[in-house]
Structure formats: structure tokens, C-alpha cells
């Protein structure tokens, strides 16, 4: 699964320092760069290569309500698309129809894995989940999305969340919880480390072996 941040601290599309500048399509943006790198190595792990794609923070057509849980190409019965360039072919479709808003918030896309990653498992009917979620940085609900996490420390889940630009990664690397545990507001603690957080620039121009260790 794969969920993409568009909210308006992204900047605008058309204006060349976006995160989701599509002016020049000779040159990939920083989104299309990471879904492609981050892509192909999670995809190794997916037997069918068929992935739901999210996206969270935009006002969408024709009312022009915020979603922060939208399926990326438009069609919220079946969100799954075929492999990577599917992915970005979603992308793209999105970024020309939507309107870049706010605010950041991670907490509806969570639950919305968690309810997925909570289906019946049975011995010959046994899945494990991988929510990929590309963002630009800080957000606005985090003890929601710490609930919604130690929730999903009880699933068969795993969450990667990719840091595009250049923002302020704090509350990423709280969610990493490799120093400390993540803890609920009712006090239950996560009860294993499900999130990884990379930030994209570190590792734009190393090999895909290098990202995927």
C-alpha cells in the first residue's frame, strides 16, 4: 500500500521548487523519484504487484472537500494499480486533478491499513502488509497517528515512511521509536517497532541496495 502527502506545504505544481513540480517532465520530481527507487524494492516483496494507492491533504472534485484518505486514481472501490508505473501513472492523474491543501495528517491513512491488515487470517489465507507513505515532513495529528501505530504494532504490518525535501523530520524519527517506544494515550505501549523512516536525500544518488538494507 502506498500513501502520498499533498498538502500545500509541497508547493505548488506548476512553480519549479515544488516537491511536485511537474513543469518539466524530462525531470522526475523528488515524489516521482521516490515512489520509482523505493518502489521497485518494495515491490520485490508483492506476489501480484497490484498496489492500493492513497493520497491525503488535497481538496478533490467537484465539491472540493479536504480528504486526508483519497484513492489516487480516482476510484475508491478498487485503489489498487499495477506496479510501480502504475503508481506513478496514479500520481500524476492526481497531482492535474486535485488541489494541494492541508493539513498533514496521517492518522486517517493509518486506520484505514489497520482496518485492511485486520482482516480474517486463516492457515491458507495468510498476508503481511506494507504501508509506504511518502511525505514532506511535519504533521498535525501526531498522537492520533501514535494511536493508530501501537494499534497496528498488533498486525501483520509494516510501515515505511519516506521523507521527500529537505523539512524538519523530527516527529518522523519519534515515530521510528528506535530510541523509545511509542505509547497510546490510553498507556499501551507498542508492542513491536513497525515504522522505518527514511529521509529521501540521504540516499538519492546511492545504489537501490544501499536504501534497501
Same mark, same amino acid.
Given at each position: 500500500?502506498?500513501?502520498?502527502?499533498?498538502?500545500? +506545504?509541497?508547493?505548488?505544481?506548476?512553480?519549479?521548487?515544488?516537491?511536485?513540480?511537474? +513543469?518539466?517532465?524530462?525531470?522526475?520530481?523528488? &515524489?516521482?523519484?521516490?515512489? @520509482?527507487? =523505493?518502489?521497485?524494492?518494495?515491490?520485490?516483496?508483492?506476489?501480484?504487484?497490484?498496489?492500493?494507492? &492513497? !493520497?491525503?491533504?488535497?481538496?478533490?472534485?467537484?465539491?472540493?472537500?479536504? +480528504?486526508?484518505?483519497?484513492?489516487?486514481?480516482?476510484?475508491?472501490?478498487?485503489?489498487?494499480?499495477?506496479? =510501480?508505473?502504475?503508481?506513478? %501513472?496514479? &500520481?500524476?492523474?492526481?497531482?492535474? @486533478?486535485?488541489?494541494?491543501?492541508?493539513?498533514?495528517?496521517?492518522?486517517?491513512?493509518?486506520?484505514?491499513?489497520? @482496518?485492511?491488515?485486520?482482516?480474517? =487470517?486463516?492457515?491458507?489465507?495468510?498476508?503481511? &502488509?506494507?504501508?509506504?507513505?511518502?511525505?514532506? !515532513?511535519?504533521?498535525?495529528?501526531?498522537?492520533?497517528?501514535?494511536?493508530?501505530?501501537?494499534?497496528?504494532?498488533?498486525?501483520?504490518?509494516?510501515? /515505511?515512511?519516506?521523507?521527500? !525535501?529537505?523539512?524538519?523530520?523530527?516527529?518522523?524519527?519519534?515515530?521510528?521509536?528506535?530510541?523509545?517506544?511509542?505509547? +497510546?494515550?490510553?498507556?499501551?505501549?507498542?508492542?513491536?517497532?513497525?515504522?522505518?523512516? /527514511?529521509?529521501?536525500?540521504?540516499?538519492? %544518488?546511492?545504489?537501490?541496495?544501499?536504501?534497501?538494507?
Amino acid at each position: 500500500m502506498v500513501a502520498i502527502d499533498f498538502t500545500a +506545504s509541497n508547493g505548488s505544481p506548476n512553480t519549479p521548487t515544488s516537491l511536485h513540480n511537474i +513543469s518539466n517532465p524530462s525531470t522526475p520530481n523528488e &515524489y516521482v523519484r521516490a515512489i @520509482t527507487t =523505493v518502489g521497485e524494492i518494495l515491490s520485490s516483496y508483492d506476489a501480484d504487484k497490484l498496489f492500493p494507492v &492513497y !493520497g491525503f491533504g488535497a481538496k478533490l472534485p467537484p465539491a472540493w472537500n479536504v +480528504s486526508h484518505c483519497f484513492a489516487l486514481n480516482g476510484n475508491p472501490e478498487q485503489p489498487e494499480v499495477a506496479g =510501480v508505473q502504475g503508481i506513478l %501513472n496514479a &500520481y500524476y492523474q492526481a497531482v492535474n @486533478t486535485v488541489q494541494l491543501y492541508g493539513p498533514t495528517m496521517f492518522s486517517h491513512i493509518l486506520k484505514a491499513t489497520n @482496518t485492511i491488515a485486520n482482516q480474517v =487470517v486463516t492457515q491458507h489465507k495468510q498476508k503481511y &502488509y506494507v504501508l509506504l507513505i511518502l511525505t514532506d !515532513g511535519i504533521i498535525n495529528d501526531m498522537q492520533d497517528t501514535i494511536n493508530a501505530i501501537v494499534t497496528g504494532s498488533d498486525l501483520p504490518l509494516s510501515i /515505511v515512511i519516506v521523507g521527500v !525535501g529537505n523539512a524538519d523530520f523530527s516527529n518522523m524519527r519519534t515515530l521510528d521509536a528506535d530510541d523509545v517506544a511509542l505509547k +497510546s494515550f490510553t498507556g499501551k505501549v507498542m508492542s513491536r517497532d513497525i515504522v522505518q523512516f /527514511v529521509p529521501f536525500s540521504d540516499f538519492r %544518488n546511492m545504489p537501490m541496495s544501499v536504501l534497501a538494507r
